[in-house]
């Protein structure tokens, strides 16, 4: 079992940035694979970024040379570095995690994951 916190989000102006974190609990954080999502108000939640058990990542074709998905198994914390934020990345946004016997996976499917923390407000306004 493992809980997720998120924090970082907040109010940003369009082409500004912003870093979420998302540490996790427990002694094995370095066998999860880790991802982040996202839900806009009257949309499905969709992938944003995915690191591997081995800092491996994968991206949301939206966010791809934006966004920065990282990990530090020594804080058991994974963050999201967003530049150039549009208005369309106004979400919640949520960490998610899946214990991995692949050091490579980054899963970018909300049923490849077990575990999600409570999600961070992100809004950029135009």
């Known amino acids: 079992q493992v809980q997720l916190g998120e924090s970082g989000g907040g109010l940003v102006q369009a082409g500004g940035s912003l870093t979420l974190s998302c540490v996790a609990s427990?002694?094995?954080?370095?066998?999860?694979?880790m991802g982040w999502f996202r839900q806009a108000p009257g949309k499905e939640r969709e992938f944003v970024a995915a690191?591997?058990?081995?800092?491996?990542?994968n991206y949301a074709d939206s966010v791809k040379g934006r966004f920065i998905i990282s990990r530090d198994n020594t804080k058991n914390t994974i963050y999201l570095r967003m530049n150039s934020l549009k208005p369309e990345d106004t979400a919640v946004y949520y960490c998610?995690?899946?214990?991995?016997?692949?050091?490579?996976?980054?899963?970018?499917?909300?049923?490849?994951?077990?575990?999600w923390g409570q999600g961070t407000q992100v809004t950029v306004s135009s």
């Open positions: 998610a995690a899946v214990m991995s016997g692949n050091i490579w996976t980054t899963p970018d499917g909300l049923d490849d994951y077990d575990y």
């Open positions: 427990g002694r094995t954080f370095s066998s999860y694979a």
């Open positions: 690191v591997s058990r081995i800092a491996s990542t």
